[in-house]
């Protein structure tokens, strides 16, 4: 079994437990004889979660290293047929066992669990027999993301990582040799990524890590051996990029198998990854609709701007009057060398303002490190999140950001004006403080292993959108109409990607039809808009996960808020809504709505 990490604006390790373990009767006081049948269910049910997590991570050990459950790092698996095979005997097997539970007979925290198992096997084994990304997504393939996790983080003594470091590189060449088998019809988008991100391999596996074995404390046996496996890998890598390369060509020359699913898998696929009880025609629906309203928003804080930055009379065309207040606000912006040092330096901002607001409880004690983003890492997105799991939930958490030294003049000078002096505050709101970092903290202290474990997309993504708009309505900005209209431009943003995605995906949207909805009707400039085009054809659905699961949060909170009237308490309900884990919104609704 292979769960994938969700990549996107945030790359997630949604995953990781912690030291939360069923309740057991001790061996020396049997369970009391009056025990309602409901608790023996509860008792059972408990067990087999923890039963399943732990046969979990024998079967996906990378998925399990993500999580910060380190037993089993020094194990590669080889992605073959066997493999395979393996994988969907496991979810078989679990899926018998969970299915001995009477749902009426779990209480609603259990029954939420049970439907996040249930839906975690049955899309592994749609994303195995029907979706079949391991044949046409050569991205698939790339071990560097493992090996990293553990020579960067310091989990463990050094040199207990390095002979996990060391098994684990055993398995390389038969791993790369698999995924050749494994591709076949390849779409030529996924193939470019698979070449430039093994290229990022060698910033793991480089002279400085053989250093490092050198001057360890393994013995001379192991750092020979060490250093045989490490040309082992560093050949496996550089033929496997090589034959990759043929394939470009061979694509670029012959033609390619569409990156665009279609419809019925569409459909398909939003149902496992965003379980929001919508379909995607109707959120698509949904969406085109807000679009809409804030467009009319972004019109009237246009008409009461523009006598600030204009002698002329304001156009009587509304959006082409607010692409232009947009475009002369952009060039207000941070210089391409300090962009990733205005991002550190606004971290701080933030932290005090959620304090003296008191909006929800921050723990100082959790770390939360900005970085340059990974070589192996780049290609998909600019900023991200990469977040310890439960169990290692003292780890750092990196906000991974790229520098701009790669772009043109530009491209550069476009890049900073869509990240202008406004947007990028708001960007830091949604990917740290108090978005994507404080909200996978709170997860990681879920008592619900289950619910932090197998986090729902558009939770976590709905979150760090929802927060951008609660911190303006909550003075972040001094209501400045400058800092709402750039805040409606990223919104609108979020919205489109809905949009962008479907069309793209199911309705056939080309490249111009798509620059020009970003570009002339979403005010986004032309790299971000043709950096989106990219991502678009590289993931399906995870862009709708962001207005998805944010509709679905700020109605909730909205809907409490008429209920409760002087009696909400807006900290409460972050703390609150945000201690269930990573479920899905919908279940976090029910849990809330049932407590008195």
């Not at 269910?41 to 910060?68: E, H, R, V």
């Not at 900290?571 to 945000?578: C, N």
């Amino acid at each position: 079994m292979k769960k994938s990490l969700i990549a996107a604006t945030v790359v997630l390790a949604l995953s990781g437990l912690t030291a939360c373990q069923p309740k057991q009767v001790p061996a020396e006081a049997p369970a009391a004889p009056s025990a309602s049948q409901d608790q023996v269910k509860a008792q059972d049910f408990a067990a087999f979660s923890q039963q399943f997590i732990d046969a979990l991570w024998q079967n996906a050990p990378t998925w399990a290293l993500y999580s910060g459950y380190h037993k089993y790092d020094g194990i590669l698996q080889i992605p073959d047929a066997a493999n395979r095979a393996q994988s969907l005997a496991f979810i078989d097997k679990q899926l018998q066992l969970l299915r001995q539970f009477d749902l009426a007979s779990l209480s609603a925290n259990e029954s939420i669990d049970y439907h996040l198992i249930e839906n975690l096997l049955l899309q592994d084994k749609w994303e195995t027999q029907t979706f079949k990304v391991w044949q046409w997504n050569p991205a698939n393939y790339n071990v560097a993301g493992g090996f990293a996790q553990i020579i960067n983080e310091d989990f463990a003594p050094l040199d207990e990582r390095l002979r996990s470091f060391l098994s684990r590189m055993e398995n390389v060449p038969a791993y790369y040799a698999a995924a050749r088998e494994n591709i076949s019809d390849p779409t030529l988008e996924h193939t470019q990524l698979a070449i430039l991100q093994n290229r990022g391999a060698f910033s793991i596996f480089s002279d400085q890590l053989l250093t490092q074995v050198n001057e360890s404390d393994l013995t001379e046996d192991e750092k020979s051996l060490f250093k045989t496996r490490f040309d082992e890998v560093t050949t496996a890598i550089n033929q496997h990029i090589d034959w990759l390369q043929t394939l470009e060509q061979k694509l670029q020359k012959e033609g390619a198998r569409s990156f665009r699913i279609g419809e019925k898998l569409y459909e398909e696929k939003f149902g496992f990854d965003i379980q929001s009880g919508m379909s995607a025609k109707q959120i698509y629906e949904k969406a085109l609709a807000d679009k809409t309203k804030v467009q009319g928003e972004m019109a009237k804080i246009t008409e009461k701007l523009w006598p600030k930055y204009f002698d002329m009379p304001m156009p009587g065309d509304s959006t082409k009057a607010t692409r232009e207040l947009i475009d002369k606000l952009s060039v207000k912006h941070v210089k391409r060398e300090d962009f990733v040092d205005e991002v550190k330096a606004q971290i701080p901002e933030l932290v005090k303002f959620v304090n003296e607001k008191q909006l929800i409880k921050l723990d100082p004690n959790k770390p939360l490190v900005v970085r340059e983003t990974p070589e192996y890492m780049r290609g998909f997105a600019g900023a991200s999140i990469s977040a310890p799991g439960p169990y290692e939930k003292t780890g750092n958490t990196y906000y991974n950001v790229t520098p701009l030294d790669g772009m043109s003049d530009e491209s550069a000078e476009s890049y900073l004006r869509e990240y202008n002096h406004w947007v990028l505050q708001v960007l830091n709101i949604h990917e740290a403080i108090p978005g994507h970092y404080t909200q996978l903290v709170y997860s990681n202290e879920s008592p619900s292993l289950v619910k932090s474990l197998f986090g729902n997309g558009a939770m976590v993504e709905g979150w760090a959108v929802y927060t951008e708009r609660m911190m303006l309505e909550e003075g972040y900005g001094d209501f400045e109409p400058e800092m709402w209209l750039m805040y409606y431009k990223w919104n609108l943003r979020v919205i489109v990607n809905t949009i962008l995605d479907y069309s793209i995906q199911v309705k056939g949207m080309t490249h111009d039809e798509a620059i020009a909805l970003m570009t002339q009707e979403a005010f986004q400039q032309q790299a971000e808009a043709e950096g989106k085009w990219r991502r678009a054809t590289l993931s399906q659905v995870q862009l709708t996960s962001y207005y998805s699961g944010y509709r679905e949060i700020y109605d909730f909170r909205e809907e409490l808020k008429a209920k409760q009237g002087e009696q909400f308490d807006l900290r409460a309900f972050h703390e609150k809504f945000l201690s269930y884990g990573s479920a899905p919104v919908k279940y976090i609704r029910q849990l809330m709505l049932q407590q008195k």
